[in-house]
């Protein structure tokens, strides 16, 4: 039961990435919009932590089985139930701090030090301890078999002696503990090397921008929605490089989410079109009810190309702007309006 529940665990955590890499392949606007990526952000927290959790349960009951191994309590399914029930509920609950705060899809840094503490560190020393403590119990039991090691050699001379398979016990232990310490040192690499590197990145980035993370700049200058806000600070010297970009983003109708717009995301776009022009020429020619839909639809998505290029073009503008200029601080900042929004 316990393999299958870290089957499970995988499963849909793998499941839960398959739709957010679909979602972010051909739906971008919809998984960064607010209303959904609040869930997403809950949902992936969970489905990876679960994971975690799945193995750290296995070794909780590897242990159980050591250190009480005359108690059947630890061999029914009734504990297995008991174990994996309680597995989800903590992962349930220990991830609902993710919902704090969601009135932007940006993940503040605190979040994203509590998901690495949450998933990466606690699992992986639960895992050390855990093996720790198991380690110790045989070592304990493989002691406790030494003094009769003499009697065993005895045994080897007079094959009637019945100490005989106290011997093969502690060659059986013996073998165990090295397989126990492997065993230790492999799954805390897993932990440490598959998990790690992802989340010590999302943190190193969140405080790579500025003294502060991306989400905690929006939200201190409530600037706007478009973005540039974290990346610039309004009152310094670059600040009117975000009034540039504020402007170019409502003339096309842009939100911050086009900082995730991609090369490749443009041009499967261009894909479609491509095919929609060509569906559109066939049922044009068979004279086909449906050429009318294939025109609203090809004329949709030209729409969101243009869009999605102009919005693309004035990031990379207000970047250059930053990376080249220093044309002074944010009007918002002059006029001492900084403190509101200027979107409406």
């Known amino acids: 039961m316990f393999t299958l529940n870290v089957c499970l665990a995988i499963i849909v955590c793998a499941l839960y990435w398959m739709i957010y890499y679909i979602m972010l392949e051909f739906n971008p606007l919809k ?42 309590f630890f061999k029914t399914k009734r504990w297995a139930t008991i174990c994996v029930l309680s597995q989800w509920c903590v992962g349930v ?27 990466v560190i606690i699992p992986s020393l639960s895992h050390v301890i855990i093996n720790s403590i198991i380690v110790k119990y045989v070592r304990a039991s493989s002691l406790r078999v030494r003094p009769e090691i003499r009697a065993t050699q005895i045994s080897m001379i007079n094959p009637t002696n019945q100490n005989q398979p106290r011997a093969q016990h502690q060659t059986k232990i013996s073998r165990r503990d090295v397989h126990l310490l492997r065993h230790m040192i492999f ?12 989340y010590v990145m999302t943190v190193v980035m969140a405080c790579a921008i500025g003294a502060a993370s991306i989400s905690e700049n929006i939200h201190r200058q409530k600037r706007d929605n478009f973005g540039c806000d974290a990346f610039v600070t309004s009152c310094g010297s670059k600040g009117a490089c975000c009034d540039v970009h504020d402007q170019c983003y409502k003339e096309h ?30 049922a044009e020619k068979f004279n086909l009810a449906s050429a009318a839909v294939i025109a609203d639809s090809l004329q949709q998505a030209k729409k969101i190309r243009d869009q999605m290029v102009a919005c693309r073009q004035c990031n990379n503008d207000a970047m250059s702007c930053v990376v ?13 309006t900084c403190g509101q929004p200027r979107t409406n």
């Open 324 to 336: 080249n200029l220093n044309p002074g601080p944010s009007t918002c900042c002059t006029a001492k």
């Open 93 to 119: 609950v220990l991830s609902l701090p993710i919902l704090i705060d969601q009135s932007s899809c940006t993940t503040v840094k605190w979040k994203r030090i509590y998901t690495l503490i949450l998933v």
């Open 187 to 198: 799954m805390f690499f897993i932990f440490v090397g598959g998990w790690m590197p992802i």
């Open 253 to 282: 109708g842009c939100t911050w989410a086009s900082w995730l717009y991609t090369d490749s995301l443009v041009a499967s776009i261009e894909q479609s079109i491509l095919s929609m022009e060509a569906s559109k020429l066939l």
């Open 31 to 72: 998984l960064f919009s607010v209303n959904t990526c609040g869930f997403l952000s809950y949902a992936q927290v969970l489905c990876t932590f679960q994971v975690s959790l799945a193995f750290t349960v296995v070794s909780i009951h590897r242990l159980c089985l050591i250190a009480y191994p005359t108690k059947l």
